[in-house]
């Protein structure tokens, strides 16, 4: 974060010479003080978004131009659950609300075994082929396909195929049923 802040300072600098702006028409056209913006381009004032979003108006460059988007690690994936050499990948969690996986799930040998909980499950196949058991049914799913389904019934899904799958999964305790939003005809 802190390489990125220092950053600024240079940024906003090179972008106003570029432009041919002084630091006076600048003041005047954003309303900030002449020592104000000298100080945040020699880097004695921090920036802050109240300083810096005027500035890129006056000048007429994207904010991103000035301020660069702070390199990210990406989560560490967690352990293999499940026994099955599942690697569940957590992708959100909102406090009290659904649970969203990202579910890498091998081919699997052995013989289904299914499960049953409180709550409300939906998958999202991305690549592979999945294989569901849902109580009595037993089916595949292809990328693009997605099912919903009371956790209450017995359930197990694993790879079907050479190959493993690879599926979202949205997982609500409470029992909360997916809102689906359609275009209206």
């Not at 570029?18 to 002449?34: D, E, N």
């Not at 289904?112 to 082929?129: D, I, N, S």
């Not at 389904?149 to 979202?168: K, T």
């Amino acid at each position: 974060m802190d390489a990125v802040i220092e950053q600024i300072a240079p940024r906003l600098r090179h972008a106003r010479e570029k432009k041919g702006v002084t630091l006076a028409r600048l003041a005047r056209a954003t309303g900030i003080s002449t020592s104000t913006l000298s100080r945040l381009e020699s880097g004695m004032r921090k920036p802050s978004l109240e300083l810096v979003l005027p500035i890129t108006a006056a000048l007429g460059v994207p904010l991103g131009d000035i301020v660069a988007a702070p390199r990210t690690r990406p989560p560490l994936p967690s352990a293999p659950a499940g026994g099955e050499g599942r690697l569940l990948i957590p992708l959100a969690r909102r406090g009290g609300g659904p649970r969203a996986e990202k579910m890498v799930i091998p081919v699997h040998d052995g013989r289904p075994h299914l499960r049953t909980h409180e709550g409300q499950a939906w998958v999202y196949v991305l690549t592979g082929r999945l294989r569901v058991r849902l109580g009595e049914r037993d089916f595949t799913m292809t990328p693009g396909e997605a099912a919903e389904f009371d956790c209450r019934v017995p359930h197990w899904f694993g790879a079907a195929g050479r190959g493993g799958a690879e599926v979202l999964s949205l997982f609500g305790s409470r029992g909360e049923r997916i809102r689906l939003r359609t275009p209206r005809s």
